[in-house]
């Protein structure tokens, strides 16, 4: 069953600490991508990577980190330097190429206080 | 710099009216556009993608179409039913990555009540 899978699906942290979240995905794509859902805000792009050991800033990269190992894996840390990190984060991933359309795993929702 | 606009934010409807959905965009130079679907809580489905070429793709109950040259497309939903309740987001791909970057609007929340 082909897919992309986040995990956990809740998170809770305390102010000032590190948090990695998980997207792993069975699709065989070489592209993947973090976005962040805010009410009202519609999706943002925080980084990307088109292939392993390679990935790109988006639009609001700052306080965020990843790393690019594998092709199956694309995990996302929130740093303490994230000045507003609790959201709806979304991992998706695409064929590379400008045709393909991008199919997104289930979400993760993270609370900071 | 891309921006997608949808309308009506909100729409509440009767169960088997057809529907329309709107999407706007102000730079026309796309590669493609996704209509998803997102159900509270949930990540976001595909429905649809249509390729800068194309002028519309139909999936079951649903159309969507593009007019590239006036930054917009709408989304047809035919016989609506109560299990079509949900957000949907239009994104248009366009230039800002090697291979195009997604543009998001921010999502019409639709409620077909019985």
């Known amino acids: 069953d082909g897919g992309i899978t986040q995990s956990p699906k809740y998170l809770f942290r305390k102010e000032g600490q590190n948090v990695t979240l998980s997207c792993e995905q069975n699709l065989n794509h070489d592209a993947m991508y973090w976005y962040r859902q805010d009410p009202g805000q519609g999706l943002r792009l925080i980084y990307y990577?088109?292939?392993?050991?390679?990935?790109q800033k988006g639009d609001i990269a700052e306080g965020y980190s990843v790393s690019r190992e594998k092709k199956e894996s694309f995990p996302l840390t929130v740093t303490s330097a994230q000045k507003n990190p609790t959201a709806f984060y979304l991992c998706?991933?695409?064929?590379?190429?400008?045709?393909?359309?991008?199919?997104f795993g289930p979400g993760t929702r993270l609370t900071v206080t | 710099k891309q921006e997608v606009t949808q309308i009506p934010a909100a729409l509440s409807v009767p169960e088997g009216e057809n529907l329309v959905l709107n999407c706007s965009f102000t730079?026309?130079?796309?590669?493609?556009l996704q209509w998803f679907r997102q159900d509270p809580g949930k990540g976001l489905t595909s429905l649809l993608l249509?390729?800068?070429?194309?002028r519309e793709q139909t999936s079951g109950r649903l159309n969507a179409s593009l007019d590239k040259s006036s930054g917009r497309s709408t989304l047809y939903i035919a016989a609506s039913q109560p299990g079509d309740s949900a957000t949907y987001l239009c994104a248009v791909k366009s230039g800002g990555t090697s291979y195009g970057k997604l543009t998001f609007g921010q999502g019409t929340i639709l409620t077909v009540h019985p």
């Open positions: 998706a991933s695409s064929a590379t190429g400008y045709r393909y359309e991008q199919y």
């Open positions: 730079d026309s130079a796309i590669y493609n």
């Open positions: 990577s088109q292939i392993v050991n390679d990935f």
């Open positions: 249509i390729q800068s070429s194309q």
